[in-house]
């Protein structure tokens, strides 16, 4: 897409700093990072979320997501990583092409709030086996 910031620097028309790249997805550094190491995971070819990919094209940038993540360990002896993708504006996406954001972590006074299960809702047994059931009836459609 001519107007999609993360497609002019997947053809390098916006520099960016590269941590990985193969022929299918490409790592970069986060401009506004939310802790040191803070990497962007996006597929070359353009795609706005994740209803957008085929299984295959997922398989390939989530493949990757364990690479980056040991080296970002290793290289910053970070304790822990948020993996965190944002799929649509009511969930938080600001960029449309999609991206998957590992977040290193140091210790719970790094900077970053993860996001943490409220109990502003309760949920009962039969509405956890009612959605099974009706997200079960549309996974093979």
């Given at each position: 897409?001519?107007?999609?910031?993360?497609?002019?620097?997947?053809?390098?028309?916006?520099?960016?700093?590269?941590?990985?790249?193969?022929?299918?997805?490409?790592?970069?550094?986060?401009?506004?990072?939310?802790?040191?190491?803070?990497?962007?995971?996006?597929?070359?070819?353009?795609?706005?979320?994740?209803?957008?990919?085929?299984?295959?094209?997922?398989?390939?940038?989530?493949?990757?997501?364990?690479?980056?993540?040991?080296?970002?360990?290793?290289?910053?002896q970070s304790v822990g990583l948020n993996i965190l993708n944002n799929n649509?504006?009511?969930?938080?996406?600001?960029?449309?092409h999609f991206h998957i954001h590992l977040i290193p972590r140091y210790d719970?006074?790094?900077?970053?709030?993860?996001?943490?299960?409220?109990?502003?809702?309760?949920?009962?047994?039969?509405?956890?086996?009612?959605?099974?059931?009706?997200?079960?009836?549309?996974?093979?459609?």
């Amino acid at each position: 897409m001519s107007d999609c910031l993360f497609c002019k620097i997947v053809e390098g028309s916006i520099p960016s700093t590269k941590v990985f790249e193969d022929e299918h997805v490409l790592a970069f550094m986060d401009i506004m990072p939310l802790t040191k190491g803070h990497t962007l995971l996006i597929p070359k070819k353009h795609h706005e979320n994740i209803y957008d990919m085929s299984s295959e094209e997922a398989a390939q940038i989530f493949s990757v997501v364990p690479k980056i993540a040991e080296s970002l360990k290793t290289t910053f002896q970070s304790v822990g990583l948020n993996i965190l993708n944002n799929n649509g504006a009511p969930a938080g996406q600001s960029v449309f092409h999609f991206h998957i954001h590992l977040i290193p972590r140091y210790d719970q006074t790094d900077g970053f709030k993860a996001i943490w299960h409220t109990k502003e809702k309760q949920y009962t047994s039969e509405m956890f086996a009612e959605y099974a059931e009706q997200i079960r009836m549309n996974l093979n459609k």
